[in-house]
């Protein structure tokens, strides 16, 4: 009687492949097991989020009597006018440019100038950090104030132009708490070693620091840009000249001049929200790596750099 004992199994790249999958489908079938409830909570937040938007995304696809007949139901017809009616009523391409300008500018100048003012202090630099650090924190809860930028804007003639509408706009110091966070998690070997070869202080926060926080920056760039592309109260205080009114001003007056006409304002609010979803989807790989890099280290002491410590140790 002779005996077979299997020898050790070899490893080839299909073996590799295979368990590859088979972990896949594993992991795919306990993420359904577990997520009878988690899969009902997330239906109904996406149905609580989603459902006004595809509504009025529906109303820009009916014509006036189909909306008339039926407000709740599925265009019938389906019709496309809406939009070229929106877009040619409303006259949208100069005001698109505009919005596009307000939303960009201010963006790259308020990214730029938090990333020189974020890397100083959370290297601990200055002799008081931790307090300018709690500053510029405390300094962004406080509500804006309207009447003194608008009396601040006609003193110094940044009132209903271009220029000084993104000059108010461009020095906000959004994303300082978050880029100070974000800078922590930066080695602080890359310092020591950009000086020793000789790398300029501007040098270095272009071509070694920015490349580092690219999540961080695309995420507060989404934030601004959605931001400013929204903003109907500043434009409508700093701007009187209609040809350099933003497409959410714009918006607002097509509003009031077709009141009811549902059909042609959901196309107009459609042609306005677009560049905002273009944007996020360029940008949206870099959202959730920035957040929570940013806010692992964000509420963290100035002194307290993980990368610092780690080295430390």
Avoid at 24 to 46: E, H, K
Avoid at 49 to 54: G, I, R
Avoid at 122 to 139: A, M
Wanted: a positive charge; one cysteine or more.
């Amino acid at each position: 009687m002779s005996t077979r004992t299997a020898g050790p199994r070899r490893v080839t790249p299909e073996l590799i492949e295979a368990e590859r999958v088979a972990r896949r489908r594993r992991g795919l079938l306990r993420g359904l097991r577990l997520s009878g409830t988690q899969l009902f909570c997330f239906v109904v937040a996406a149905g609580f989020f989603a459902l006004p938007l595809v509504y009025l995304l529906l109303q820009a696809f009916k014509t006036y009597p189909g909306f008339l007949k039926d407000p709740t139901g599925l265009p019938h017809p389906w019709t496309l006018s809406n939009f070229s009616a929106a877009w040619n009523q409303g006259g949208f391409g100069v005001e698109m440019i505009n919005s596009l300008i307000y939303a960009v500018v201010p963006d790259v100048i308020t990214l730029i100038l938090g990333v020189f003012l974020a890397f100083p202090i959370s290297r601990g630099w200055f002799k008081h950090s931790n307090v300018l650090y709690s500053f510029f924190v405390f300094s962004g809860f406080l509500p804006a104030g309207l009447i003194p930028l608008f009396v601040e804007a006609q003193k110094l003639g940044l009132y209903d132009n271009q220029v000084g509408y993104l000059i108010l706009t461009s020095l906000t110091g959004a994303g300082f708490f978050f880029f100070v966070g974000y800078i922590k998690t930066i080695p602080r070997e890359l310092d020591e070693a950009a000086a020793m070869d000789g790398c300029g202080y501007v040098r270095f926060i272009f071509q070694i620091i920015i490349p580092q926080m690219k999540p961080a920056l695309a995420t507060f760039a989404i934030f601004g840009f959605v931001a400013s592309w929204n903003n109907l109260i500043l434009p409508l205080i700093m701007l009187n000249d209609s040809s350099l009114w933003p497409v959410t001003r714009g918006l607002y007056g097509f509003f009031g001049e077709h009141t009811t006409q549902w059909p042609l304002i959901a196309a107009a609010t459609v042609i306005v929200a677009l560049p905002i979803l273009v944007v996020f989807a360029l940008l949206q790989r870099h959202l959730v790596e920035g957040v929570a890099g940013g806010a692992a280290t964000g509420s963290a002491g100035v002194g307290n750099a993980p990368a610092a410590v780690a080295a430390e140790e």
